[in-house]
């Protein structure tokens, strides 16, 4: 992607019509601009002014591809705001190319390396966390209430350990299990409790009358229940004990015994290639397309070069942007395993008897995003260049190196719940803002803005920014992503939602059946 800069707008492709203003303070009627136009309208930061007299019907271009067909008359050095412009439909999932320009591999990036925890099954933490799985929502209240006992109580006995998380969800009875799909949350859990960050080992409170049983949650493990402690997972079961308190006790017993073992556990130097970070977007704007989604996408390219995975997401904001995806995957079956996803999105959508335009959110729209096609085309530049290794599907744990299309939904906290059964690092881009964060992975924030940045200086890692004010180029911030993934990962930086303690406390609103 080539951005043109033109004081004070932003084109991006040399087929554009449209620009978006760079000034934090818009622009105001009567402002001649470089090219010798004239503004027509006032125009806030991010929104589109049309370059060229539009005419009823005719193609509205950004990122150099068509996202609406003008409604009436647009002259040029106007204002083209969201209902000026009328959505195209979606690709057709008959008529895409199957990896037709496969990108060739780059250089292999050698010598980068982080600090991490190295566990058993070859996993790679990049925290050290007391991780309590649950089988079902009858057990949340009271693992939430030990887990607070357990960090006042027990966590500062154990130096070496980060942190302590209850793993709560709405699942695990009342509800059938052998119904298509009922395996998404089910397999979610078992990736969830098993994660790096954990020591991939769970540590198990059921109630013992549940669907879901332990052993139906982790199959492939020995699981034993109490009062055997010595065993490795452990399982506290309420109904075996007598009364609250003793439920509290050999819950805390339990705890106590994993937090011995998390404890001895320490950082190792280990390659860059043990990542498997997660991308997403979330109060996404105009200029995420064109900074903080870029400058990730390059920083993917260079995780991709060296060795690690690279995860991107949301289905709903890849649906229109798809068949710019299929040509780049690593093979015809990869390829038709992404029209798989987005297949299901489509008939989930006809299901519903609804569209995909309930998508941008107001927030997008007062960022400038006219529609989801606009939004889409900038949501997969954080994709980078490289070509698409795999496809998960929901839930899924990613085994694949390079990069990998986990399908998820748009939501920020269900799709970093999802892209949890697999990544231990997240990155976040946003434009409007958003205190988003995970307890289990770091969550790195990247500002679409600098007027962001300046604003939230609390809350974003990284200023991207600097790149529409050509303070800094896509390959600098790319860079600096890069260096400052290795650096949560290893632990010497701390992201500021770690900082502030900006976690979903549970995953009982994002493992809904």
């Not at 006042?152 to 009875?173: K, S």
Request: hydrophobic share 40%; glycine share 8%; aromatic share 6%.
């Amino acid at each position: 992607m080539r951005i043109q800069r033109a004081a004070p707008y932003i084109r991006v492709h040399e087929r554009d019509n449209v620009a978006i203003v760079i000034d934090s303070n818009g622009l105001r009627a009567g402002t001649q601009l470089p090219s010798g136009l004239t503004l027509r309208d006032s125009v806030p930061q991010a929104h589109k002014i049309a370059l060229a007299a539009i005419e009823p019907g005719e193609p509205i271009v950004r990122y150099g591809h068509t996202i609406g067909f003008a409604k009436h008359a647009i002259g040029a050095g106007s204002w083209l705001r969201e209902d000026s412009l009328e959505a195209p439909p979606p690709p057709s999932l008959d008529e895409l190319p199957l990896a037709t320009a496969t990108p060739a591999p780059q250089p292999t990036l050698t010598g980068h390396t982080f600090e991490g925890f190295r566990n058993p099954d070859g996993s790679v933490g990049t925290k050290n966390i007391l991780g309590i799985t649950t089988t079902v929502q009858c057990v949340a209240p009271t693992v939430d209430y030990c887990v607070q006992r357990i960090k006042n109580e027990l966590l500062p006995r154990f130096p070496n350990v980060d942190d302590a998380v209850a793993i709560t969800h709405t699942y695990g009875c009342g509800v059938a299990l052998e119904v298509p799909g009922a395996e998404i949350p089910i397999r979610t859990l078992r990736h969830i409790g098993t994660h790096p960050n954990l020591g991939a080992a769970p540590l198990i409170v059921s109630l013992g009358c549940e669907k879901l049983q332990p052993d139906r949650l982790f199959p492939n493990h020995n699981l034993a229940r109490l009062p055997v402690l010595e065993s490795d997972p452990l399982v506290v079961r309420m109904q075996d004990e007598r009364g609250f308190a003793e439920v509290v006790t050999a819950i805390l017993r339990a705890a106590e015994k994993r937090l011995e073992q998390l404890n001895r556990r320490r950082r190792e130097t280990v390659p860059a290639s043990e990542l498997v970070v997660g991308l997403q977007c979330g109060g996404s704007d105009a200029f995420s397309g064109v900074t903080c989604n870029p400058a990730v996408g390059f920083a993917a390219d260079l995780l991709v070069r060296a060795g690690a995975t690279v995860m991107f997401s949301e289905v709903t904001e890849v649906r229109d942007a798809v068949h710019l995806l299929t040509p780049r995957a690593a093979s015809r079956q990869v390829a038709l395993d992404l029209i798989r996803e987005m297949r299901w999105y489509d008939e989930y959508l006809a299901r519903a008897a609804t569209d995909r335009t309930a998508n941008p959110t107001p927030g997008n729209k007062r960022g400038g995003l006219a529609n989801v096609v606009e939004k889409a085309l900038g949501s997969i530049a954080k994709a980078g260049t490289s070509a698409l290794a795999a496809v998960a599907s929901h839930g899924e744990r990613v085994t694949t190196k390079g990069l990998v299309f986990a399908a998820t939904p748009a939501s920020d906290f269900i799709c970093g719940t999802q892209q949890l059964a697999s990544m231990n690092v997240h990155i976040f881009t946003t434009g409007e803002g958003s205190p988003y964060g995970l307890a289990m992975v770091p969550v790195i924030k990247v500002s679409s803005r600098t007027a962001l940045a300046e604003r939230w200086p609390d809350l974003i890692d990284i200023d991207a920014g600097r790149i529409a004010t050509a303070t800094a180029t896509v390959e600098d911030v790319g860079w600096e992503i890069f260096r400052f993934v290795l650096d949560v990962a290893s632990g010497r930086k701390r992201t500021w939602a770690d900082h502030w303690g900006l976690h979903i406390a549970s995953l009982r609103s994002t493992l809904a059946p």
